[in-house]
């Protein structure tokens, strides 16, 4: 933040380690979704700014010295950035809650908390082993073989508005651990919890300038000089399918490495023997967490019919009971939806549940509460009698709407589970272990929970099958995709060394 006019800050672009005001001095509102209010003035970078970002990154890769920093060295280094995030916390869970429409208990028990350890695990793991093991090589040459880990370079980041800060560390932290430089873009509606970490990560000075570069403006502008200017490496993406795959054919064209978190539309399935207290509840946090405005939200969910109408009862009448709220709150279960936008395609969606043939159990309404009028709010849906081939029950919602699908045999709804283009994540709860697991192995998703849902682990990797994307994140799994890896190969004695071509002949074949 450089200057404010009235009321409204005004943030710029952190390119070079230095805030700077847009080219074309374009600034846009970013609002709080629970009451409309304008936040900040955010700048809107253009192509030429996003250039300038880019080409700081590329320096700061090929003549800086972070990329050949001692990794001990750039593990203390992030470890300090962490601390310096940490003891600002507040300030980052306030634009959380604020700018995003979070509520409290997501900002301070989850996203916070768990982003700053996400952040911790690759400050430790920056402090890495250079060299990838390799067994002895005898054939074709007796030699010494080194496989060295290397940073890719400059990586362009694109993240969503529905985990600000959390995106932000998942892509920013594994790509510094392993000595890359980055351009990042947070979503257009939700800027200010990257702006904010970067302003203390800037008051630390502890980063070389250029390292990290931040560009504020529209996905349409910004995200296509990202994925096509040669000067950037690799792309790392979390957003929707559809923009996911534009970003895959933009990148196409200079061969960039890509990674992709993209959208699911998770099967949740209720085993027989279910622990019933545990499953509903736990349905619901699977549903309505951040109002159902998460990547792997269990928005299928699968119940046996010998227990329907019980599960159903007690789920309806939980769901009925969640407080819609400001985000600021600390009794909101849900908050407001992301914009005006997403609230009309959500009541889009209610209606065509109606449509085909489902039925609303739960139906979604604007509040009447006078306090919420200039927010965007809409209360729970549940739709019963859905049949998994309906849209709402293929298509990402992304809104507060569950659809429960009844099936007859575990079977039959493994098959439906499966029956989507995503496959991000899902449920299994039961009270045998060993039913879940078999359950688990066999549903085409990259991460399974068992009597659980949302756990998502620094150690462990957290990613899409099929069309929900291309690599993971987190863990070792999460580094290894900010890596390149280099054989240098050196012979033990010169016999096979380019000589040889010259020096062997060839035996006659006998005729
Ligand atoms: P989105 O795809 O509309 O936007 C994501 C980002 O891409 C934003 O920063 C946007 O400005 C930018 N963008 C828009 N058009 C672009 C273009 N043509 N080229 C490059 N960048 C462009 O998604 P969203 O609405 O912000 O987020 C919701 C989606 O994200 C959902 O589909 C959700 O499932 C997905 N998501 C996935 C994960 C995951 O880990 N798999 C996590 C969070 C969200
Ligand atoms: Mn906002």
């Known amino acids: 933040m450089n200057r404010s006019n009235g009321d409204a800050p005004y943030y710029n672009l952190y390119i070079n380690g230095q805030w700077r005001a847009p080219i074309a001095e374009q600034y846009r509102p970013t609002i709080d979704p629970s009451t409309g209010e304008t936040l900040g003035m955010i700048a809107q970078a253009d ?67 768990v982003g700053l350890i996400h952040f911790r695990h690759f400050a430790k793991l920056a402090d890495m082993e250079p060299l990838e093991p390799v067994p ?72 070389p300038p250029g390292v990290l570069n931040v560009v504020t403006g529209p996905g349409q502008v910004v995200g296509p000089e990202i994925c096509t200017n040669p000067m950037v490496d690799k792309i790392a993406f979390t957003g929707s399918t559809e923009v996911g795959r534009e970003i895959m054919q933009q990148a196409a064209s200079t061969i960039k490495k890509v990674t992709l978190e993209l959208g699911g539309k998770s099967p949740n399935i209720i085993l027989e023997d279910a622990d019933l207290d545990l499953a509903v509840d736990g349905s619901l946090w699977a ?67 109606i449509e085909e043939g489902a039925t609303p159990v739960l139906l979604g309404k604007r509040p009447e509460d006078p306090e919420l009028q200039n927010g965007f709010f809409i209360t729970p849906t549940i739709f019963t009698d859905v049949d998994n081939s309906m849209r709402i029950a293929q298509e990402e919602i992304f809104g507060p709407v569950l659809c429960v699908i009844k099936y007859d045999g575990l079977e039959d709804a493994i098959r439906m589970a499966n029956d989507t283009i995503y496959g991000l994540a899902a449920g299994v709860w039961s009270r045998d272990i060993e039913t879940a697991v078999s359950v688990a192995k066999r549903i085409r998703a990259g991460t399974v929970w068992i009597n659980d849902y949302h756990m998502i682990n620094a150690e462990a990797p957290f990613g899409g099958y099929k069309q929900s994307g291309i690599g993971r994140e987190l863990g070792t799994w999460g580094l290894k995709e900010y890596l390149e890896i280099k054989h240098i190969h050196v012979p033990l004695n010169n016999e096979r060394s380019g000589k040889f071509w010259f020096d062997i002949v060839a035996p006659r074949t006998s005729e």
């Open 47 to 113: 192509i030429e700014d996003t250039r300038l970002a880019i080409r700081a990154a590329r320096e700061a890769f090929d003549d800086g010295y972070w990329p050949s920093m001692a990794p001990g060295e750039r593990s203390r280094l992030l470890h300090a950035l962490v601390d310096a995030i940490e003891a600002r916390q507040d300030e980052i869970a306030d634009a959380e809650m604020r700018d995003g429409g979070c509520t409290w208990r997501k900002a301070h028990l989850l996203d916070i908390p």
């Open 136 to 207: 002895q090589i005898t054939f074709p040459a007796l030699s010494y073989n080194f496989v060295l880990r290397e940073p890719i370079g400059v990586c362009g980041q694109i993240i969503p508005w529905n985990f600000p800060f959390l995106m932000a560390v998942w892509k920013i932290a594994p790509a510094l651990a392993a000595g890359n430089t980055v351009v990042i873009k947070p979503a257009t509606f939700t800027p200010l919890s990257l702006l904010k970490m970067t302003e203390i990560i800037h008051e630390t000075g502890l980063l």
């Open 287 to 353: 549903t309505f967490m951040h109002n159902g405005q998460a990547c792997e939200s269990g928005t299928r969910l699968f119940v046996p019919a010998s227990i329907y109408d019980e599960f159903l009862e007690r789920l309806v009448d939980r769901a009925s009971k969640l407080r819609v709220g400001l985000s600021s709150s600390g009794d909101t279960d849900l908050g407001p939806v992301i914009s005006a936008g997403q609230l009309r395609t959500i009541e889009e969606y209610i209606r065509l549940g």
